[in-house]
């Protein structure tokens, strides 16, 4: 059985760079079946959107939650609208609070998780559990 790719970052720096990386790296690596972008809540996206190289969030911003970039489509994931089945889609999760994070990591059929926290305490379970690594470090033998 393959198991998830996951990695995290600690957004614990004023502006939004930690979330810039995230984004780009859902915008490059994302089939073209697309990903998914979780929020905690909707009002994240519309300040993120307002910055350069963020626009995306933006575009989930409006109804129907779904945008396409690239060729690439990407729908957006909230707390009240968990999908069951990722059907091999990438996640990046933005500032999931513990109990948000547990049911996304419990999606079925994600490739890859990308988690950005503010947080320790709210991805420390989860690190240990799903084996995650800080972006950009090498992955851990499980």
């Not at 970052?9 to 690596?29: A, F, Q």
């Not at 320790?120 to 989860?126: G, H, L, N, P, R």
Request: aromatic share 10%.
């Amino acid at each position: 059985m393959n198991r998830m790719i996951c990695y995290y970052l600690y957004d614990n720096k004023s502006g939004t760079e930690t979330v810039r990386r995230g984004v780009k790296w859902i915008l490059e690596t994302a089939k073209p079946r697309g990903g998914l972008i979780a929020v905690q809540e909707r009002g994240n996206l519309q300040e993120y959107g307002r910055e350069e190289g963020l626009s995306l969030l933006s575009l989930l911003d409006k109804a129907p939650h779904r945008a396409t970039v690239g060729g690439k489509h990407f729908e957006l994931v909230l707390p009240s609208q968990i999908p069951f089945q990722a059907n091999g889609k990438r996640m990046l999760a933005l500032h999931p609070q513990k109990e948000y994070l547990d049911k996304l990591y419990k999606i079925k059929g994600i490739s890859e998780m990308f988690v950005i926290s503010f947080l320790k305490e709210d991805i420390k379970s989860w690190i240990a559990s799903s084996y995650a690594v800080e972006f950009g470090e090498p992955l851990k033998n499980s």
